[in-house]
């Protein structure tokens, strides 16, 4: 983790728009393959959490396989990091604290979504943000929705290539947790 972290500082300097970036795979029930970005939020430096609505795909596929693999692409640097562990849910504090950490437009909007549910068009979104304004006018906190919540991944397995050589013999190193050691493996590319 020490290492991820410091590749994702290195990004941010490097001038990454969004080095908090990660690419999210999930599988669902029937084992189908599901892709999708979300922030990446760091959880006392040793796991990786991200924050969802309950109600979205991710969720539903977490719930009937925890085991997930996230990959961070910092173009900047050409670097790549793929983390694969089992998510797990946030606590309900932890989560609620990165619900208050948003913006106001943003809790608003947490309110108004319904994550991965098909709606008639755009309009829908719109009402029912206006409806959240009306609902908790400026100045008035706005409640931690019962639909929000977040997860926390677990690494058993990290992988980081740094790319960008002539030769495209990419640097690949591969950590793998065995029992309570990580042991490091070089990959021939
Ligand atoms: C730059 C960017 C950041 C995003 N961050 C998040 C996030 O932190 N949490 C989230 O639930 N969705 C985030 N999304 C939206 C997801 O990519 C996705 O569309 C949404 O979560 C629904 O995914 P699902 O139906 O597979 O669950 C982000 C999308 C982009 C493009």
């Known amino acids: 983790m020490r290492l991820l972290l410091s590749w994702q500082a290195a990004a941010r300097e490097a001038g990454d728009p969004?080095?908090?970036l990660m690419a999210l795979s999930t599988t669902d029930?029937?084992?189908e393959p599901r892709l999708r970005n979300v922030s990446?939020?760091?959880i006392e430096d040793h796991l990786?959490?991200?924050?969802?609505d309950g109600r979205s795909g991710k969720a539903r596929d977490i719930a009937a396989r925890p085991r997930v693999a996230v990959m961070f692409t910092w173009m900047t640097?050409?670097?790549?990091?793929?983390?694969r562990g089992a998510a797990v849910r946030m606590s309900e504090e932890r989560a609620a604290r990165e619900f208050h950490r948003r913006s106001r437009p943003a809790r608003l909007g947490s309110w108004a979504s319904h994550q991965s549910a098909p709606i008639t068009d755009?309009?829908?979104?719109?009402a029912a943000f206006a409806a959240a304004e009306r609902r908790w006018?400026?100045?008035?906190?706005?409640?931690?929705?019962p639909h929000w919540t977040?997860?926390?991944?677990?690494p058993a397995e990290f992988e980081f290539v740094q790319a960008g050589r002539p030769d495209r013999l990419h640097d690949r190193d591969r950590y793998r947790l065995a029992g309570d050691t990580w042991v490091r493996q070089v990959l021939g590319s």
């Open 77 to 83: 640097l050409r670097r790549q990091v793929t983390v």
């Open 18 to 20: 969004q080095a908090d």
């Open 40 to 42: 990446m939020k760091p």
């Open 150 to 154: 977040g997860y926390v991944i677990d």
């Open 48 to 52: 990786i959490g991200f924050v969802t």
């Open 122 to 126: 755009r309009g829908v979104l719109d």
């Open 29 to 31: 029930a029937s084992g």
């Open 137 to 145: 006018p400026e100045g008035t906190p706005v409640p931690v929705p």
